[in-house]
C-alpha cells in the first residue's frame, strides 16, 4: 500500500492558490451525458482517472465513467445501489478486476476526489488497481478481484467511446456534478499530481495539474467554456454532449460548494423528488412534503431565489419557502416559511400563522413567472428576513423574527407543499431556470436573476469562511 502523508479524509473546501470555477451538472432524468470515441492507446495497461464529484442523488445504481471495447468488453467507475464506490473492468463478460469500497459515499454536501490508478505490468497484485480519496488510498474491499499481469484494459480500446454520465444500454445515468475530470493515458500516476493536503487544516484540495501529458487518448476537461461544454482543455478531440446544454455548467465547485437541497433529510411526511443538482423539488399532491438545505449557518447575512411551476393563484397556499433549524423539522422547531393565499401574504413561525393581513396583496397573486428572493439576517440584534418579488421587497425594511431566534441555533433554507407542484430554489452554484441577469453578491459570487440586497450574501463555503 502507497502510504501518503496524513489520514485526514476529507475534502470539499479550498483554501490552496488554485480556484475550480467550473463544474458540469449532470441529471440522471434527462439522460444527460457525454462522449467521444477511442483510439489506439498510448498503453492499455497503464491510466489515470482523476476528477471531483458531488453526488445530489443517494440510494441509486449510477456509472460515472465508462470505456468501451467491443461486446462485453467495458471497463467502468460507478456508485452502487448501497452507495459503494466500485471499479470493474470486464472481458468478454468475465471479470478481469473488480475493486468494491466497504466505505460508503452519502454526504451529498461533499466533494470528493477520486482518482483511479491502474498499472497492470507491476507484479504485485493489489497495485495493479488502485483507488485514491481526497488523497488516501482505499484499502478496505467488500469485493476485491486483481487484475492478473499484464491485462489490458479497455480504457484506449481504439473504435470504442468513452462516456462521462451513465452506462451501456442508454441505463444508470449519474446525478451530480463533476470537475477537473482527467484521463491520463499510458501513465499510472499518485493523486499527489492532482491535490495536496493544506497545511494548516488537513483538508485535501486539487492543484493545478494542467501541464500533465495526457497521452494519445488522454483529455482534461475544465467545463470552463460553456459554449463547449464537452472541450477537451488539453487540445484533444472534444465530447460530444448529449441532452447537456450551456444551462448545465455550475460554479458549484470543490473550491466554492455552494448550498443545495439535502436528499438524506426527510420529514415524517413524504419528501418531495429532489433532482437538477438538487435544487429542483418536485412535490407529490394531497400530502405534506418537506426540503431542507445542505448548509446551515448560525450568524451572518444570506440571500437564495425561488420561483415555482404550476403555483398561480391560491395554490401558493399550500406551497411554503424560507428556513427551519436543522435539529428539527419546520412544523415544531424554529422556523420561517411564506405563503400567499387569497391575495394576502402571511407567513408561518414555528407551524403557528401570522401577519396574513399585514402586507396586502403586493400586486396581486402570486404566478410561476415571479421570481422571489428571500433574505435572511442572523447579524442583527433583532434578527429578521426580508422576501422580494422580482427584486422589489415586499414587506419593506424587513420583518422582525420572534424570540426564539435568538440564539445561536443553526438554520438551512426549508420548503414544504401540500400541492403537487414543483419549486426551483436558486442558491447561485446552479439554477435550471435561464437567468437573464447574471447578478452576484458583492463577494462576485452565485447567479442570480436579482442582485442580492446589500451585505447579503450566497450561501457557499467562500461566504461561509467570511462571514458564516
Given at each position: 500500500?502507497e502510504?501518503?502523508q496524513?489520514?485526514?479524509?476529507r475534502g470539499?473546501?479550498?483554501?490552496?492558490?488554485?480556484e475550480?470555477?467550473n463544474?458540469?451538472k449532470?441529471?440522471?432524468d434527462n439522460?444527460?451525458?457525454?462522449r467521444?470515441n477511442?483510439t489506439?492507446?498510448t498503453?492499455?495497461?497503464?491510466?489515470?482517472v482523476?476528477f471531483?464529484?458531488?453526488?445530489t442523488e443517494?440510494?441509486?445504481?449510477?456509472?460515472l465513467a465508462?470505456?468501451?471495447g467491443?461486446?462485453?468488453?467495458?471497463?467502468?467507475l460507478d456508485?452502487?445501489s448501497d452507495?459503494?464506490?466500485?471499479?470493474?473492468?470486464t472481458?468478454s463478460?468475465?471479470?478481469?478486476?473488480?475493486l468494491e469500497?466497504?466505505?460508503?459515499f452519502?454526504?451529498?454536501?461533499?466533494?470528493?476526489h477520486?482518482?483511479?490508478?491502474?498499472?497492470t505490468?507491476?507484479s504485485?497484485?493489489?497495485?495493479r488497481a488502485?483507488?485514491?480519496?481526497n488523497?488516501?488510498?482505499?484499502?478496505?474491499?467488500s469485493t476485491?478481484?486483481?487484475f492478473d499481469q499484464?491485462?489490458d484494459?479497455?480504457?484506449g480500446?481504439?473504435?470504442g467511446?468513452?462516456?462521462?454520465?451513465?452506462?451501456l444500454?442508454?441505463a444508470?445515468?449519474f446525478s451530480?456534478?463533476?470537475?477537473?475530470a482527467?484521463y491520463?493515458?499510458?501513465q499510472?500516476?499518485?493523486?499527489?499530481?492532482?491535490g495536496e493536503?493544506?497545511?494548516?487544516?488537513?483538508i485535501?484540495?486539487?492543484i493545478?495539474a494542467?501541464?500533465l501529458?495526457?497521452g494519445?487518448?488522454?483529455?482534461?476537461l475544465?467545463?470552463?467554456?460553456a459554449?463547449?461544454?464537452g472541450?477537451?482543455?488539453s487540445?484533444?478531440t472534444?465530447?460530444s454532449?448529449?441532452n447537456?446544454?450551456?444551462a448545465?455548467?455550475?460554479t458549484?465547485?470543490p473550491?466554492n460548494n455552494?448550498c443545495t437541497?439535502?436528499p438524506l433529510w426527510?420529514?415524517?411526511r413524504?419528501?418531495?423528488?429532489?433532482?437538477?443538482?438538487a435544487?429542483q423539488?418536485a412535490?407529490?399532491?394531497?400530502?405534506w412534503k418537506?426540503a431542507?438545505?445542505?448548509l446551515?449557518?448560525?450568524?451572518?447575512?444570506?440571500y437564495?431565489?425561488?420561483k415555482?411551476?404550476?403555483?398561480t393563484g391560491d395554490?401558493w397556499?399550500?406551497n411554503?419557502?424560507g428556513?427551519?433549524a436543522?435539529?428539527?423539522?419546520?412544523?415544531?422547531?424554529?422556523?420561517v416559511?411564506i405563503g400567499?393565499?387569497t391575495?394576502?401574504?402571511y407567513?408561518r413561525?414555528?407551524g403557528s400563522?401570522?401577519?396574513?393581513?399585514?402586507?396586502?396583496?403586493?400586486?396581486?397573486a402570486?404566478s410561476s413567472?415571479?421570481?422571489f428572493g428571500?433574505a435572511?439576517?442572523?447579524?442583527?440584534?433583532?434578527k429578521?428576513?426580508?422576501?422580494?418579488?422580482n427584486?422589489?421587497a415586499?414587506?419593506?425594511?424587513?420583518?422582525?423574527?420572534?424570540?426564539?431566534f435568538?440564539?445561536?441555533?443553526f438554520f438551512t433554507p426549508?420548503?414544504?407543499?401540500?400541492?403537487?407542484?414543483t419549486?426551483f430554489l436558486?442558491?447561485?452554484?446552479?439554477?435550471?431556470n435561464?437567468?437573464s441577469?447574471?447578478?452576484?453578491d458583492?463577494?462576485?459570487?452565485?447567479t442570480?436573476?436579482?442582485?442580492?440586497?446589500?451585505?447579503y450574501?450566497?450561501?457557499?463555503?467562500?461566504n461561509?469562511?467570511?462571514f458564516g
Open positions: 500500500m502510504v501518503l496524513r489520514t485526514a479524509n470539499s473546501i479550498s483554501t490552496g492558490a488554485y475550480i470555477d463544474s458540469l449532470f441529471e440522471a439522460s444527460e451525458r457525454i467521444r477511442q489506439t492507446g498503453n492499455r495497461k497503464k491510466f489515470t482523476s471531483w464529484v458531488k453526488r443517494i440510494g441509486a445504481f449510477q456509472v465508462i470505456a468501451e467491443s461486446g462485453n468488453d467495458i471497463s467502468f456508485f452502487e452507495d459503494f464506490l466500485r471499479f470493474r473492468d472481458a463478460a468475465s471479470n478481469q478486476c473488480v469500497t466497504n466505505r460508503v452519502r454526504d451529498p454536501n461533499a466533494w470528493y477520486i482518482v483511479l490508478r491502474v498499472d505490468t507491476l504485485t497484485a493489489d497495485d488502485r483507488i485514491y480519496v488523497g488516501v488510498q482505499e484499502t478496505s474491499f476485491r478481484t486483481n499484464n491485462d484494459t479497455f480504457w480500446y481504439n473504435g467511446y468513452v462516456t462521462w454520465g451513465n452506462g444500454a442508454e444508470n445515468y451530480g456534478y463533476v470537475a477537473d482527467y491520463i493515458d499510458g499510472s500516476l499518485a493523486p499527489t499530481s492532482f493536503f493544506d497545511e494548516d487544516s488537513g485535501w484540495i486539487p493545478n494542467s501541464g501529458t495526457v494519445n487518448n488522454g483529455y482534461y475544465d467545463f470552463k467554456d459554449s463547449n461544454l472541450n477537451d482543455a487540445g484533444g472534444d465530447f454532449l448529449i447537456i446544454a450551456a448545465d455548467q455550475s458549484d465547485t473550491t455552494f437541497w439535502n426527510a420529514e415524517d413524504a419528501n418531495g423528488t429532489i433532482s437538477e443538482g435544487t423539488v412535490w407529490g399532491g394531497d400530502a418537506a431542507k438545505g445542505s446551515a449557518v448560525s450568524k451572518g447575512r444570506w437564495w431565489e425561488i415555482g411551476a404550476n403555483v395554490t397556499n399550500n411554503l419557502f428556513f427551519a436543522t435539529e428539527q423539522d419546520g412544523q415544531t422547531g424554529p422556523s416559511y400567499y393565499s391575495g394576502n401574504y407567513y413561525v414555528a400563522q401570522t401577519g396574513s393581513d399585514n402586507w396586502g396583496n403586493a400586486g396581486g402570486w413567472s415571479d421570481t428571500f435572511l439576517d442572523l447579524e442583527s440584534s433583532t429578521k428576513f426580508i422576501l422580494y418579488r427584486g422589489s415586499v414587506n419593506g425594511s424587513g420583518t422582525d423574527l420572534v424570540s426564539g435568538q440564539t445561536e441555533q426549508y420548503a414544504t407543499s401540500y400541492n403537487g407542484d419549486q436558486n442558491f447561485g452554484g446552479y439554477t435550471v435561464t437567468i441577469s447574471a447578478a452576484s458583492a463577494n462576485g459570487y452565485g442570480f436573476e436579482y442582485a442580492p440586497p446589500t451585505g450574501y450566497a450561501l457557499c463555503t467562500k461561509l469562511a467570511e
